[in-house]
């Protein structure tokens, strides 16, 4: 089946320790994105790519990285440098152009713990 | 920039009864889509319905429907003879239309409540 699967559904880190978050998307979209979820809130955009090899900041992308090296891959690194880390974590691909809606595909997301 | 407000923490709606999720928007861009979106207690989020700025008619998926007012800038999910499975957080988004990816601005959300 076609879809996004990002793992660890579940992480614990320490302090002080960076974490990769891993997404993958078998849907052959150009689009990939990677939103943060807190309790009570909205989902707030951290990064987002349009094509392999570039990619912009959301709206809240200070102490996050990622990568986007193949089509189907776009890992997220949450880095010691990020204040508060924990979260809900989920991805997303989508069309790019064209008469597509834009719609979002999410994946079924990581919960990330900083003891 | 674009903004999305849900007023609506939280919802409670007997089972087979309608209930209606309110959603208002801010944006300057002449074209934009609104979209809803059901996150169970799980944590994925399900794409429920889309609506274009352009669209004539408002969009319907089943039990759910958008009632799209442009003059309001109000984009409320209709669902239709709730059910159990209903009950779930609920998200308002909207985005530009335009090439190239698609960002979505997501509103706080309404906890949905499904009763017996």
């Known amino acids: 089946d076609g879809g996004i699967t990002q793992s660890p559904k579940y992480l614990f880190r320490k302090e002080g320790q960076n974490v990769t978050l891993s997404c993958e998307q078998n849907?052959?979209?150009?689009?990939m994105y990677w939103y943060r979820q807190d309790p009570g809130q909205g989902l707030r955009l951290i990064y987002y790519?349009?094509?392999?090899?570039?990619?912009q900041k959301g709206d809240i992308a200070e102490g996050y990285s990622v990568s986007r090296e193949k089509k189907e891959s776009f890992p997220l690194t949450v880095t010691s440098a990020q204040k508060n880390p924990t979260a809900f974590y989920l991805c997303?691909?989508?069309?790019?152009?064209?008469?597509?809606?834009?719609?979002?595909?999410f994946g079924e997301g990581s919960r990330l713990t900083v003891l | 920039a674009q903004k999305i407000t849900q007023t609506q923490p939280g919802m409670f709606v007997q089972e087979k009864e309608a209930v209606t999720l309110d959603c208002t928007y801010d944006?300057?861009?002449?074209?934009?889509?609104l979209f809803w979106y059901k996150q169970p207690s799980s944590g994925e989020m399900i794409f429920l319905i889309y609506?274009?700025?352009?669209?004539?008619q408002n969009a319907t998926e089943g039990r759910y429907s958008l009632n799209f007012q442009k003059a309001r800038k109000s984009a409320n999910l209709v669902i239709s003879a709730s059910q159990l499975g209903d009950s779930a957080m609920y998200f308002c988004?909207?985005?530009?239309?335009?090439?190239?990816?698609?960002?979505?601005?997501f509103g706080t959300g309404t906890q949905l409540k499904v009763e017996l």
């Open positions: 997303a691909s989508s069309y790019s152009g064209g008469r597509h809606t834009g719609e979002l595909f």
């Open positions: 849907l052959n979209h150009d689009a």
């Open positions: 790519s349009q094509i392999v090899n570039d990619f």
């Open positions: 944006t300057s861009d002449p074209s934009y889509g």
């Open positions: 609506q274009g700025s352009y669209d004539q």
């Open positions: 988004a909207m985005s530009r239309i335009t090439g190239g990816g698609n960002k979505l601005t």
